[in-house]
């Protein structure tokens, strides 16, 4: 069975731009979170979707958003770029939101 | 809110040989979880071992084990017989356990980890 994928592997965008990065969960999850991790550093919690319904945020500004389709995937949002958002983000999907999480490769976003 | 510290930014091991990753954490719950994940170069996050924390038996899965001491909020990861392929970074991370709530994930720093052969 296929793991967690996520799309795209790399992206260099501007600041200013917005970027939507994409996540489809392990077949039959339904859970999926997303978590931002700058270099050197733990992931942080942005967000965690669960049927389609938001779960839970973390501390990140409205530019930031996401949604779950009636598939289980999901996409990550972000608005007017900072060159503060450079980082990896991070998916991860469970069978239910208090399983475990197993995590997709991540997206390496660069803000130039 | 819960809080995951690991205080040893690297450690180095010899192949073959036991080391220990510390790890403590703060949280006012009873019932939580707690994890170690690896992230070698390749940036994957792995899942290495998982433990509930109304379980008093230490999680063991193949050459990883914990101690887990819920009373001092410590979990700790060893690794027996070191391999180069356990070379990569270490999170602890803490989840909360009630179902339906929002059940993230948080992570500390991490550890460096390198087995030198």
């Known amino acids: 069975d296929a793991g967690v994928t996520q799309s795209p592997t790399h992206l260099i965008k501007t600041r200013g731009q917005h970027v939507t990065l994409r996540c489809s969960p392990i077949?039959?999850?339904?859970?999926v979170s997303w978590y931002q991790q700058v270099l050197g550093q733990g992931p942080q919690f942005i967000f965690q979707y669960y049927e389609k319904e938001e779960r839970g945020r973390g501390n990140f500004p409205d530019r930031f958003s996401a949604r779950q389709f009636p598939n289980y995937s999901s996409e990550l949002n972000v608005n007017a770029l900072l060159l503060g958002d450079s980082a990896l983000y991070l998916c991860?999907?469970?069978?239910?939101?208090?399983?475990?999480?197993?995590f997709g490769d991540g997206t390496r976003l660069s803000i130039l | 809110a819960q809080t995951v510290t690991q205080s040893q930014p690297e450690m180095s091991v010899q192949e073959a040989e036991t080391v220990t990753l510390s790890c403590t954490y703060d949280t006012s719950e009873n019932n939580y979880y707690l994890f170690w994940y690896k992230q070698p170069p390749s940036r994957q996050m792995i899942l290495v071992i998982r433990?509930?924390?109304?379980?008093?038996q230490n999680a063991t899965e193949n050459r990883f084990s914990v101690n887990f001491q819920k009373a001092a909020k410590s979990f700790s990861l060893k690794i027996s017989d070191s391999q180069l392929g356990d070379t990569a970074m270490y999170f602890c991370a803490f989840m909360g356990s009630f179902t339906g709530a929002n059940s993230k994930l948080t992570f500390g720093k991490g550890i460096t980890l390198s087995v030198r052969p």
């Open positions: 433990q509930e924390a109304y379980k008093q």
């Open positions: 991860a999907s469970s069978l239910e939101s208090n399983q475990p999480q197993h």
């Open positions: 077949s039959g999850h339904k859970s």
